[in-house]
């Protein structure tokens, strides 16, 4: 009766085991983008690496006028020229994506990382993209998010390094429960 039954349900757990793939490098990709619109957004001058690194890359003049024009503040020109910067240097295949991320601020040791996160996302493209029928199993689902976690790790500590404010969560309440005794 299982063995029925497992043929029935292989199809959607295989479907959702590569969903959870392709999440779990959605996720990393995410953070990557947020820290750097917050790195941009504490360290302005950073932006300046990636808006005027080569002509053409970064917003035109008349981008830039329409964002003055339309802003209110200073602040909310810098949050757009961040968004902007973030988006440059979170653009093409992940390795790039992680070698320009590295190199912005003060860089953390990152290779095992790298090589983790390319082979994710090869594997969430196969999926996407090639339609291959990739066959993930539980231990593939776990590896994958165990990737989030160290990408979240090494984030967090380039945010520590580069004074970014860090709302955590969990430090918070590790804090509050030694608080306690």
């Not at 910067?85 to 590295?102: C, D, E, N, W």
């Not at 290779?111 to 993930?136: F, M, P, T, W």
């Amino acid at each position: 009766m299982w063995r029925a039954s497992g043929r029935i349900l292989i199809r959607p757990v295989q479907a959702l085991a590569r969903q959870m793939v392709v999440l779990a490098v959605t996720y990393c990709e995410a953070f990557i983008a947020e820290y750097l619109q917050a790195l941009f957004l504490t360290h302005p001058q950073r932006m300046r690496e990636v808006l005027c690194r080569d002509p053409g890359v970064g917003p035109d003049e008349r981008k830039l006028l329409s964002t003055v024009l339309k802003s209110s503040s200073k602040d909310d020109i810098l949050l757009q020229l961040a968004n902007d910067a973030a988006a440059i240097a979170g653009r093409g295949p992940i390795r790039k994506v992680l070698h320009r991320t590295a190199k912005l601020p003060k860089a953390s040791q990152y290779l095992d990382l790298e090589r983790a996160l390319v082979e994710l996302h090869r594997l969430r493209n196969k999926i996407l993209y090639d339609g291959e029928a990739s066959q993930v199993d539980e231990n593939g689902v776990k590896q994958a998010f165990l990737v989030v976690g160290e990408c979240l790790s090494w984030l967090h500590d380039l945010a520590l390094a580069n004074r970014i404010e860090v709302f955590d969560l969990a430090f918070i309440s590790r804090q509050q429960s030694t608080e306690a005794l």
